[in-house]
């Protein structure tokens, strides 16, 4: 509703002017007391609002009009018949938009010079006033713009320039990926490389079937040789390229020295042995299926978590407005407390993730130009329906620690527990990811479209050589120059890889230490309640056959043949001592006879 300037003002006893005749000059801590609010102020004040609000509407349809006109520019739009025969016609040509499919490319690339595959955009906090003066003052607010940043270069930057370059997007769309729904498959950290990525996009080329033929030249005729597209093939409308990936094949390469044994050495002349690789795939065998990977990721502060430090802090936060991509970082230097729930804990679901299969490749020996000789390295592959931050290279730190001998197998089932444990973070250098994967997709629309988990034998060729020649080789040359993997080696002494010790409270607040408690109480009685009935036999019958055998035995026949002058005394001295006597002759629920009952009770 689009009120008039007119009709928001009106409030039919005086109006603007009746509000301002009325509490004009009356002093409070916001500069005015305006009294107990009437019915006259709420009329004008709810005036002033709407106007406030039907003006931002009106800015947005024109940008939202500007938008489409410049998107249905009439010179991208074919002669008409009037033109072609050299009539010129004074009626205004009418625009029609062109018809846009969705689009799968298939993209390879080298991270070493590149933050990521995601474009970088930054948070500026800024003032904007919120409304317009009320005739109290300026109420202005703290608000986050979105702005890129220029200055770290990524992966998607790049193809989004070569893209503009084309034709393909315009260049207000170069750091706005939303206006063509753009997604990729799986987002990739500093320097990590892909060999065969996915992405997502909708584009409304001139003609359909010459841009899947000229696509890919194209676009690698703009882009740097450390990005390359592999093809580009039609999707469904609705294919996005994140969400209907079934599973991730990620791969880590590594210098086989890193699982050198403590009594081998750890060097370039070290050979990994089939045993060895046999006991590595059983040890990596012990991540496969759903477990709690809250151990295998940094600390993230959820919405619910965002929004109780808000409430917490709300004498801060009802005078600003913030988006929630902005309140993690709000609330970081504002300097709220959040309490235990900062981060990921064992009972957020959204660290339970699937692997899938976990295995080592073949090792294969690289030329060490540096120190000459030959160095060996192995690839281990792991396949994954999804994985968080740091996920990847701290199972492989894991595993390296494991096998190393700093820990057992006893403490990788244990990382997937509720207790927090210091899980080393392998570096970042040999994490490629390998593969994603689109079964489900390609049995769904097998008939109908390309399939996007094959590209036939040539683009698949082209992905292996690009792998080969641009990442697996650039890890074997930044390897043997700085020996990153060496280095950290040196590191793992300092991670202390096991359940941290259980303090008084923390047992007692914990369901294991209650139940051990309860079981070590119930135990004792039990063991009271038969001693007990044990030593009434005794008094009643006066059988030795009950005590043969035995010196502690013997001990309480002399003590039952005592002169009992104080009933406190016996009840004391020879119940607690006869007790002990009698626990070996207990039934076997907690061993053999001979274990020591005076320390158990």
């Not at 046999?278 to 940094?298: Q, V």
């Not at 079964?439 to 292996?464: M, S, V």
């Amino acid at each position: 509703i689009f009120l008039d300037e007119e009709a928001a003002y009106a409030s039919g006893v005086g109006g603007q002017q009746y509000y301002n005749d009325q509490y004009e000059g009356r002093q409070s801590k916001y500069g005015r007391d305006w009294g107990e609010p009437t019915r006259t102020t709420w009329r004008v004040e709810i005036g002033l609002m709407l106007k406030n609000v039907s003006d931002c509407l009106r800015n947005v349809l024109r940008k939202a009009k500007q938008v489409k006109d410049n998107w249905m520019d009439a010179s991208l739009l074919p002669p008409t018949p009037a033109d072609s025969a050299g009539d010129i016609s004074d009626e205004p040509v009418r625009k029609s938009r062109r018809k846009e499919y969705s689009y799968a490319l298939l993209l390879a690339y080298q991270g070493k010079k590149y933050n990521g595959m995601q474009l970088c955009i930054g948070l500026n906090q800024c003032m904007r006033p919120l409304f317009y003066e009320l005739g109290v003052c300026d109420v202005n607010v703290q608000y986050w713009q979105y702005l890129v940043q220029k200055d770290f270069p990524t992966i998607e930057g790049e193809l989004f320039k070569a893209m503009a370059k084309c034709g393909y997007i315009c260049e207000n769309d170069v750091f706005s990926p939303v206006r063509f729904a753009f997604q990729r498959a799986a987002r990739t950290d500093r320097s990590v490389s892909a060999a065969r990525q996915m992405c997502s996009m909708r584009l409304a080329p001139e003609n359909h079937e010459y841009f899947l033929k000229t696509a890919t030249d194209k676009l690698n005729a703009h882009l740097p040789e450390e990005i390359r597209v592999l093809g580009v093939r039609r999707a469904i409308r609705s294919f996005k390229a994140h969400k209907n990936c079934d599973k991730r094949t990620y791969s880590y390469t590594l210098p086989t020295y890193a699982f050198a044994r403590a009594n081998e050495l750890t060097n370039s002349g070290f050979r990994m042995s089939e045993t060895s690789m046999a006991e590595l795939n059983d040890l990596l065998a012990l991540y496969k299926g759903t477990h709690n990977f809250f151990n295998y990721t940094s600390g993230r502060r959820d919405r619910k978590t965002l929004r109780l430090a808000a409430w917490k802090n709300r004498g801060f936060m009802d005078q600003h407005t913030f988006l929630y991509y902005s309140l993690d970082m709000v609330v970081s230097l504002q300097g709220f407390e959040f309490g235990n729930s900062s981060f990921r804990t064992y009972e957020d679901r959204s660290s339970m993730r699937y692997i899938h299969d976990f295995k080592c490749g073949p090792t294969q020996l690289v030329e060490d130009e540096v120190r000459g000789g030959m160095v060996e390295f192995i690839t281990l592959y792991i396949t994954g329906q999804s994985f968080m931050l740091h996920q990847i290279r701290k199972m492989i730190g894991m595993t390296v620690a494991t096998f190393r001998g700093l820990c057992g197998k006893t403490e990788v089932a244990n990382t997937f527990l509720s207790e927090r444990m210091d899980v080393p973070k392998a570096p970042g250098l040999g994490l490629v990811l390998d593969k994603v994967h689109y079964e489900r997709y390609d049995k769904w629309h097998e008939k109908t479209h390309q399939a996007l988990n094959n590209w036939g034998e040539e683009i698949e060729t082209k992905a292996d050589e690009f792998r080969q020649l641009y990442i697996i080789s650039e890890i074997y040359r930044q390897e043997l120059a700085t020996q990153s993997m060496f280095l950290w080696l040196t590191t793992l002494i300092r991670h202390d890889i096991t359940i941290p010790k259980i303090t008084r409270e923390s047992r007692e607040r914990s369901p294991l230490g209650l139940a051990s408690d309860h079981a070590y109480v119930s135990l004792f009685i039990c063991f009271t309640e038969h001693a007990n009935e044990k030593l009434k036999e005794i008094k009643e019958e006066k059988q030795d056959k009950i005590l043969n055998g035995s010196e502690r035995r013997d001990d309480v026949v002399e003590l039952m043949k005592k002169d009992s002058d104080s009933q406190s005394r016996e009840n004391s001295e020879g119940n607690c001592t006869n007790s002990t006597a009698v626990l070996s002759s207990c039934p076997k629920r907690m061993g053999s006879p001979d274990t020591s009952a005076t320390s158990f009770l």
